[in-house]
C-alpha cells in the first residue's frame, strides 16, 4: 500500500534496494548530496510556493528506485505539493484506489509521476489502468521515461497520459511540467463545479416555475378539494342528525369514504407534482401524461369555459424522460392556453408518431387570442410576458426541459386565430430502456 504520512515515506526511502534494482539514474550517491544540492539552488530553505487556488496538490510518485523519489519527493513538497510513493504498479493503483475514496480523510491523489519501468506492471499498463477506471480517469499521469524514441512517448500519451519526462531531467522542467498539468486539472475540476452548480441552479429554476404554475392553478385547486369535502359533510351531517335505518346509515358513510378517497387522490396528485424533480430518467408513456395534466387542470378549464378535445394516438411507443418535468411542460401550455381564451374556446390536444418512427409529437392547439410575430420570436426567452402578472419563466424553462431531453419544442400563431405549441420528444431506443431497467434494478439493491 501507498504511503500516505511523510514519516513512514522517509523510512521507506532509506530501505536497501530490492534485489534486482537498477541503478539510479542519479548515480546512486547519498540522499543528502541531493538535499544540498537542491537548497544551494534555491528548492529549499525559503517559503513555500503557495499552492495553486490557495489548494495542495496530492502527487503520487511511482518509481522503484529510492533516491529518484526521494528527489522528486523533496522538490515538489519545496514547492508546495504533498506527496505520497508507490515503488511498484500494483501499489500506486492500490495507493490511489484508497486515497481518492477518502475513507479516512486523506486528501485525494490529483496527479501521478509514473515511470515506464517498475517491477511488476509496466507505466504504460499502470496509465491503462487509471484511464479506464470510472472514479480515477479523472487523476492526471506525467510518464517518466528515459526511452527518447517519439513511439515510445506517444505511447503514453495515446494511453491518456497528459504529459512526459524524460530521464534524465533538469529539476526545472520537472516543475514547469507539474504546474501546468495540475493548472489544466484545475480548470477541470472548475469547469465540472460550474457544471454542477448549473445543474442546481436549473433544478432550482424548475421548481419555482413548478410552484407559479400550481399558484396559478390555486382557485381550481380549492374548488377541487371544496366539493368532496362538501358532500362529506353533508353525508356526516346526515348521519349525526337523524335517526336512520342502518342500510341508509351505512349508504352514507360509503358515500362519505368513496369523497375522503377521491380527497386523496386530488392531494397526492398535487403532491406528486409539487416535490421536487429527483430528475432520473424512466420509460414513460406520454399518453398517460397529458390525461394526468388535464386531470389536474380539469377545474381550471372548466371555470374558463375551455371545452378539450382529444386525439391520443393509442400504443405509443415509450419515451426515456423525468415524468414530472415533461407533466410540468405540458401544464404551463395548458395554463397559457386557458389565459389566452378569457371568453373561453376550444383546446384540442393530438398525439401522434412521426412516419419515421423516432419521435413523438404532442400539439396543443387553441382558439384564443394569437401571438404577433414579435411575440413568438421572445416567448421563450426568459423573463419574457405579456401579462400583468407572471414571472415570464413558465415557457422558457420548458423550452430548456425539452431540449435537455433532446426533443424541440415550436410555436405558431396568428394574432386572433389562436396558437398551436408542438413538442416533439424522441422515442426510447430499446438499449435506453435495458440500461434504464439496468440501473433501476441496481438501485433496488
Not at 386530488?266 to 390525461?291: C, H, W
Request: proline share 5%; with cysteine.
Amino acid at each position: 500500500m501507498g504511503n500516505l504520512s511523510d514519516e513512514p515515506r522517509r523510512k521507506r526511502a532509506t530501505e536497501n534496494p530490492r534485489p534486482g534494482h537498477r541503478a539510479s539514474h542519479l548515480g546512486g550517491g547519498d540522499t543528502l548530496l541531493v538535499i544540498l544540492a537542491l537548497k544551494e539552488n534555491g528548492f529549499l530553505g525559503g517559503a513555500r510556493r503557495a499552492p495553486m487556488n490557495g489548494e495542495r496538490f496530492h502527487i503520487l510518485i511511482v518509481d522503484d528506485e529510492p533516491n529518484t523519489a526521494e528527489y522528486m519527493a523533496t522538490l515538489l513538497e519545496s514547492s508546495g505539493y504533498t506527496t505520497s510513493w508507490a515503488y511498484s504498479g500494483t501499489e500506486a493503483l492500490e495507493t490511489l484506489v484508497t486515497a481518492n475514496r477518502q475513507e479516512d480523510g486523506t486528501h485525494p491523489i490529483d496527479l501521478v509521476i509514473l515511470d515506464v519501468r517498475l517491477p511488476d506492471l509496466d507505466g504504460y499498463e499502470v496509465c491503462q489502468r487509471i484511464k479506464g477506471n470510472e472514479t480515477l480517469k479523472h487523476v492526471s499521469v506525467i510518464m517518466v521515461t528515459a526511452l527518447h524514441s517519439t513511439d515510445d512517448k506517444t505511447r503514453g500519451l495515446d494511453l491518456g497520459a497528459d504529459d512526459y519526462i524524460t530521464k534524465p531531467f533538469q529539476s526545472e522542467e520537472l516543475l514547469a511540467r507539474v504546474k501546468a498539468v495540475l493548472r489544466i486539472r484545475q480548470m477541470e475540476r472548475e469547469a465540472r463545479q460550474r457544471a454542477i452548480e448549473l445543474e442546481q441552479s436549473q433544478a432550482q429554476l424548475i421548481q419555482v416555475e413548478k410552484l407559479a404554475a400550481m399558484g396559478r392553478l390555486a382557485a381550481s385547486i380549492a374548488h377541487e378539494l371544496n366539493n368532496p369535502l362538501q358532500a362529506i359533510q353533508n353525508c356526516l351531517h346526515l348521519v349525526l342528525r337523524r335517526p336512520l335505518p342502518e342500510t341508509k346509515r351505512r349508504q352514507y358513510l360509503e358515500m362519505a369514504q368513496e369523497e375522503v378517497e377521491r380527497l386523496i387522490g386530488i392531494v397526492q396528485g398535487m403532491l406528486d407534482f409539487y416535490r421536487p424533480s429527483k430528475g432520473q430518467r424512466a420509460s414513460v408513456k406520454v399518453n398517460t401524461i397529458v390525461e394526468n395534466v388535464l386531470a389536474l387542470a380539469a377545474k381550471q378549464l372548466q371555470r374558463g369555459q375551455v371545452t378539450v378535445h382529444q386525439h391520443l394516438t393509442p400504443d405509443l411507443p415509450p419515451l426515456e424522460a423525468v415524468s414530472d418535468q415533461i407533466k410540468q411542460v405540458f401544464l404551463n401550455i395548458v395554463i397559457n392556453a386557458v389565459e389566452a381564451m378569457p371568453d373561453g374556446g376550444d383546446l384540442y390536444v393530438n398525439t401522434t408518431l412521426t412516419p419515421d418512427g423516432r419521435w413523438v409529437t404532442i400539439s396543443f392547439t387553441d382558439t384564443g387570442i394569437g401571438l404577433s410575430p414579435e411575440e413568438q420570436a421572445n416567448i421563450f426567452e426568459p423573463f419574457y410576458t405579456t401579462k400583468t402578472q407572471g414571472t415570464g419563466l413558465g415557457l422558457s424553462v420548458s423550452y430548456g426541459i425539452i431540449e435537455r431531453h433532446g426533443g424541440s419544442i415550436e410555436v405558431q400563431s396568428e394574432p386572433g386565430q389562436g396558437s398551436c405549441f408542438t413538442v416533439k420528444l424522441p422515442v426510447s431506443q430499446p438499449e435506453q430502456s435495458i440500461a434504464t431497467a439496468t440501473q433501476r434494478e441496481g438501485a433496488k439493491r
